[in-house]
């Protein structure tokens, strides 16, 4: 069995609702993201609960802060045991180095948040941005990987023109995944698991379309097929 793509935003407000969910998936088929809301409520014993079903984790906490401390940070998450850690790569050079100083290349995966897909050309140009988001994402992913970072979070749009810029060794992690047959909810910008397979996605973020599924094991079975049928396909 190849090493799953898809990641399910555990988007919950607690463990329990969270737990409930990871117990109808399987770990072969799926790695599991926890983000600021869960972790703030759970905290590293439910990563450790998830770990012990034997699900790989993202934590996805976005650090952004001094150098120091952006490390420190980094060296706790690692020692916790989770596979992929995030920063944004707005922090700048000196703290995506100490980031990737502070984790030895080839244990926990360390990836940036170039913009944020919340922001569009006016919120940029409020913070004194004036160049295209996709100019800015693509200088924000050069610095991460010049900085040793193993890859970049992008929205599914921007997964192509990455792949192309960046080589086949970066790690690009897509969110906006939204099967042909579901709801869109307040994502703008989405892609078919297959169409971000086909752009040069590595791992595939999908929360509602999973974690709001009648049957969620049948959804993410079905979108696991579809993947492994693009990947087979090249
Ligand atoms: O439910 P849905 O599939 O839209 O969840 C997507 C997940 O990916 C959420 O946890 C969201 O915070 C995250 N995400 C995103 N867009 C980004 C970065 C992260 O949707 N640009």
Redesign the pocket.
Known sequence: MNAPRIIV?L?FSGAKPALELVAKLDPQLCRM?V?KELFTAAGPQLLEQLMNKGFEVFL?LKFHDIPNTVAGACKVAASLGVWMVNVHALGGRKMLSAAREALLPGTTQLIA?TL???MGRDDLADIGLNDEPEIIVQRLARLASACGLDGV???ALETARLRQIMGKDFCLVT????PLDSSV???QRVATPRQAIANGADYL????????AADPLLMLQRLHVEIETQLAAG
């Open positions: 935003a988007d993201k983000g996805d948040v944020l897909t919340s979070v992008c929205s969110p906006g995944i939204r909810g307040d994502q973020v999908i929360g509602r379309p999973i974690t709001q």
